[in-house]
Nanobody
Framework: QVQLVESGGGLVQAGGSLRLSCKAS????????MGWYRQAPGKQRELVAS???????NYVDSVKGRFSVSRVDAKNTVYLQMDSLKPEDTAVYHC???????????WGQGTQVTVSP
């Protein structure tokens, strides 16, 4: 059974930091591109950051220079370090595991991030 379990969300003031973690089980972690998506109320889900198995990263423009994605394959875990948080970063953040070879996708349940002004 595949599970992606996020943690680290919460309430923070603008300018603060949070670190999200996502631990995967039931998959061969090293075969998957790991990503973080977010969905704010009334908005579509968007890709925030991702890291391939080779360590190539991708960020949405709005978080470049503020967020950093990393992974530790030995721990089956991907992280999202979020600094200089803004109220517009408020959303539910979901972890995603994507296998490029066959398009297989798995999702976590999400963790709420709320940034107060």
């Amino acid at each position: 059974q595949v599970q992606l379990v996020e943690s680290g969300g919460g309430l923070v003031q603008a300018g603060g930091s949070l670190r999200l973690s996502c631990k995967a089980s039931g998959i061969f972690f090293g075969l998957y591109t790991m990503g973080w998506y977010r969905q704010a109320p009334g908005k579509q889900r968007e890709l925030v950051a991702s890291m391939t198995t080779g360590g190539i990263t991708n960020y949405v423009d709005s978080v470049k220079g503020r967020f950093s994605v990393s992974r530790v394959d030995a721990k089956n875990t991907v992280y999202l370090q979020m600094d200089s948080l803004k109220p517009e970063d408020t959303a539910v953040y979901h972890c995603n595991a994507h296998r490029p070879m066959n398009g297989q996708d798995y999702w976590g349940q999400g963790t709420q991030v709320t940034v107060s002004p």
